[in-house]
């Protein structure tokens, strides 16, 4: 679905991402790991388009086979399939919740009955949201709101989902129930890469995991293989042997 | 970043500049002798206006406050002292010193607005106190005559017992008052820039949250390189007056605030002499474009859109451009 | 000063009021959506007021068809603004499309001053005669043009608050990198909101031209007020440039009945500095 060869990226003159290779098949929940700093963030960034590539491709599998989208504008990327939810979730403050979701579903330009089954995948996901569609954004909480930054990205019918740290600032059970949320994506045919801090949970979900480190992967394996090594994971994540017996 | 190694200059070089400074003084200074009397008239008004511009290069260039009122001080200057001189009967110097008084008043307060507000509100707000002064100037006649103006006719200073100086449209002590005063200022705005004062100011347009960070009074350097900048204006602007004879609303028009600002960005902002050179040839353009044709302002209006379309970072920018990919291309190799 | 002329006035500040609002609320739409400081949107009100003058010359009979006539004009041109000149100065810095539209502005006046000539052009009444508003006769034209302001005004308010562009301006409005992101077109969305802002100030055009005649300088006269309404009404709100222009207009009203004319104004104009200085961010707070 998604495959990204080669990428570097430049703020200024700061060389963040020095030649990321990554593969996304339909289906997959993939994890970015890494630590703070490394360029897991600006990996999704330029793969939605808001960071340009120095160098390096982005190809998305469309209907009509792969497809080039490195130059493209990000409204293009998101017509292609490509989906992004931000670390700060960004809902519109004053638009509604309705009129958040509208901003992606209405560009599908959907018929009555495709577009309310469109909205109901949403609501199907996160029931809450239905109960809110009147209140502006700015007045969600922070669960409501991470719901919010994934129903509006669902709504487009993405192919592959880009998400970045969803359980961060949530409790430890709207977290799980987040995680939850992104297998069922990954179920239903999705490709989802997920950046996330918490990498225990992360690998609780994943089938695969990228480790990035100073702007480029270092490491790549089965979720399994990974959990299994305490002392890999040590090294290339800073997880300590208490954290990971923590409940 | 990579240091300049900095080696003593060959004498050539050493001599070149202060050489050209020279030829450059000698001819200003021999102009009067051959040229016309109205020659003479718009060369001092540009040498007026390059006082002007180097004015303004001082608030945009070298401290990066983006006003769109320089013009109003220019004409504050200019009027306060031909009110003084016709309504209050004193002489020139006293009028004068009234005049940068006044712009200097107004400079103050442009200053504590740029201080209290920022970016594009701070930019519209000081188009909107520039029109609001030139709407006042035009319909309080009884003050400032209106569209009408002021005339000044011959002006007469005595600078020393038996040395008198005369100012009318077109005199020659006019011109050299204007050419005296431009180098003179030219030469202290110099020495500003290359001073500490200089060096936070500078700091001030390159990173203004990081010099407040260092403890800058940044509010305070503003609204005081407002107020320097003021006064020079508002001489430039008595200048200009002076030598035309006559003092009128257009001395404070927001297009003249927007022309100077081109004139900078044409020069090079924060070079100094770059804004003077460009105020000086595209003043006298703009006069020769007047003689032939009553739309002139068109040409005006094309040149500003031209400039900011495409030499935004003015002459000296594109110049640096040419050479810049020069060296770099070196560096890299 | 009588009942009767406080109403007189009222009213008339009404109709100034309309005609404030509607440029205003473009000026307030491209400054808050596009970051774009616009000086020369009072030449498209000014070339609005000369078109519909010019088809009525042409011989267009009624004055209700040469306003959708004018107003397309108008659009016309502010669209091809946009795709030439506009499009390379959206990302510069406010002081860059401060200058380059003050130069569009002074071209477009200028070019006009010189095919039409500097005097002002009368335009007949397409409604005349007096109606009766309580205790005062007044002009029925004036009525006129402030029902058709408000149903345009409350019209284009509609347009923005349900339809698909109107989210999509109010997303780009609020954050442009996620709307991006979530699909939305924002060129495109750009475009839209010239082209409203380019119809209204039109609209406003036109009917001030029979009000206060057609002249070179009137987009002049008229754009400096208009961004003092912005920046009072808040930048980037809708609703809070046209309470702005209608209190500016009220204020320019009411102050006539003591000061003269351009004393009244100036009135206005030193209110509002005051008012400013007081909440720089703007009396209405910017809601969306």
């Given at each position: 679905m998604l495959r990204v060869t080669d990428l570097h990226v430049f703020y200024g003159k700061s060389h963040i991402l020095r030649g990321v290779d990554l593969e996304l098949a339909a289906g997959e929940v993939v994890a970015l790991l890494g630590r703070n700093g490394v360029g897991k963030s600006t990996t999704l960034k330029a793969l939605i388009g808001l960071v340009p590539a120095h160098q390096g491709s982005v190809r998305v599998r469309t209907d009509a086979g792969w497809q080039e989208v490195t130059r493209l504008p990000p409204w293009e990327r998101a017509a292609l399939g490509l989906g992004y939810v931000p670390e700060e979730r960004r809902i519109f403050p004053h638009l509604t919740v309705g009129e958040n979701l509208r901003v992606g579903l209405d560009r599908l330009r959907l018929a009555g009955a495709e577009r309310r089954h469109a909205l109901q995948r949403a609501f199907d996901l996160f029931p809450a949201l239905a109960d809110h569609l009147h209140r502006p954004g700015r007045v969600l909480s922070g669960g409501q709101q991470q719901m919010l930054a994934l129903a509006r990205v669902l709504v487009l019918r993405p192919r592959v989902i880009l998400l970045d740290e969803p359980s961060q600032g949530l409790s430890p059970l709207l977290a799980e129930a987040m995680m939850e949320a992104v297998a069922r994506l990954g179920g239903e045919g999705i490709g989802v890469l997920l950046v996330e801090q918490n990498a225990l949970a992360a690998l609780d979900t994943?089938?695969?995991?990228?480790?990035?480190?100073?702007?480029?992967?270092?490491?790549?394996?089965?979720?399994?293989?990974?959990?299994?090594?305490?002392?890999?994971?040590?090294?290339?994540?800073?997880?300590?042997?208490?954290?990971?017996a923590a409940p | 970043m990579t240091t300049a190694i900095v080696e003593a200059r060959p004498w050539p070089a050493r001599v070149a500049r202060p050489g050209l400074a020279v030829v450059v003084i000698l001819l200003v200074a021999g102009v009067p002798w051959w040229a016309s009397s109205y020659l003479i008239l718009i060369l001092t008004s540009a040498l007026a206006l390059g006082l002007f511009a180097l004015s303004y290069d001082l608030v945009l260039g070298v401290t990066g406050l983006i006003s769109v009122s320089h013009a109003t001080l220019f004409g504050v200057g200019a009027y306060g002292m031909a009110i003084a001189m016709t309504r209050l009967e004193v002489g020139l110097l006293p009028g004068a010193l009234t005049g940068i008084g006044a712009a200097m008043a107004m400079a103050w307060l442009i200053g504590f607005f740029s201080v209290r507000t920022a970016g594009a509100g701070f930019i519209i707000m000081t188009v909107i106190f520039a029109h609001s002064v030139e709407h006042i100037a035009t319909i309080w006649t009884s003050l400032t005559g209106g569209e009408n103006g002021i005339i000044l006719g011959v002006a007469r200073v005595t600078l020393v017992p038996g040395l008198a100086l005369q100012f009318a449209a077109g005199s020659w002590s006019a011109y050299y008052a204007a050419a005296a005063c431009l180098g003179l200022a030219w030469w202290l705005c110099r020495q500003l820039v290359d001073s500490p004062l200089g060096l936070v100011l500078r700091g001030i347009k390159g990173n203004e949250g990081r010099a407040l960070a260092l403890g800058y009074r940044v509010g305070r350097f503003k609204i005081l390189i407002n107020v320097v900048a003021g006064a020079v204006a508002a001489v430039a602007g008595i200048l200009y007056a002076l030598c035309q004879g006559f003092v009128s609303v257009d001395l404070l028009r927001v297009l003249l605030s927007v022309e100077v600002i081109v004139w900078t960005i044409l020069g090079g902002p924060g070079t100094l002499l770059g804004p003077v050179l460009a105020a000086v040839i595209m003043s006298l353009g703009i006069e020769y474009l007047r003689t032939v044709t009553h739309q002139y302002l068109i040409a005006v209006g094309a040149a500003t859109l031209l400039v900011v379309l495409y030499l935004p970072q003015g002459l000296g920018g594109l110049l640096q451009q040419a050479l810049g990919r020069g060296q770099g291309a070196r560096r890299d190799a | 000063m009588s009942g009767e002329v406080l109403l007189l006035q009222l009213a008339n500040g009404l109709s100034f009021g309309v005609i404030f609002a509607l440029i205003a609320s473009g000026i307030t739409l491209m400054w808050g959506i596009m970051d774009f400081i616009n000086i020369a949107h009072g030449e498209l009100y000014m070339l609005g007021a000369y078109g519909?003058?010019?088809?009525?010359?042409?011989?267009?009979?009624?004055?209700?068809?040469?306003?959708?006539?004018?107003?397309?004009?108008?659009?016309?041109?502010?669209?091809?603004?946009r795709g030439t000149v506009l499009r390379r100065i959206f990302d510069r810095p406010p002081l860059h499309t401060l200058l380059a539209t003050y130069g569009i502005a002074l071209i477009l006046q200028q070019g006009v001053l010189a095919i039409f000539g500097p005097f002002t052009k009368e335009l007949a009444l397409p409604v005349g005669g007096l109606v009766s508003l309580g205790p005062v006769r007044y002009p029925a034209y004036r009525l006129v043009v402030i029902g058709v302001g408000l149903v345009i005004i409350v019209g284009a308010w509609i347009l923005i608050q349900r339809s698909t562009y109107g989210i999509w301006i109010r997303a780009v409005a609020q954050d442009r990198a996620m709307a991006a992101a979530l699909g939305v077109p924002v060129p495109r969305v750009y475009t839209v909101v010239m082209a409203l802002a380019s119809a209204l100030a039109a609209v406003g055009g036109v009917l001030a031209a029979p009000l206060f005649g057609v002249s070179p300088t009137m987009g002049g006269e008229i754009i400096l007020l208009a961004f003092i309404v912005v920046m009072i009404g808040g930048l980037g709100n809708y609703v809070g440039s046209v309470i702005g222009g209608v209190l500016i207009g009220e204020v320019i009203a009411l102050g006539a009945i003591w000061l003269q004319p351009t004393e009244a104004y100036l009135g206005a104009l030193g209110v509002l500095l005051a008012l400013l200085l007081l909440r720089p961010a703007g009396l209405l707070r910017a809601a969306r």
């Open positions: 994943c089938r695969r995991a990228y480790i990035m480190d100073k702007g480029r992967i270092c490491h790549h394996d089965e979720a399994v293989a990974l959990r299994a090594d305490p002392v890999a994971m040590e090294r290339m994540l800073g997880v300590t042997a208490d954290e990971e | - | 519909v003058w010019l088809w009525l010359v042409i011989g267009v009979g009624d004055f209700w068809l040469a306003l959708p006539l004018a107003v397309m004009g108008v659009l016309g041109l502010g669209l091809a603004l």
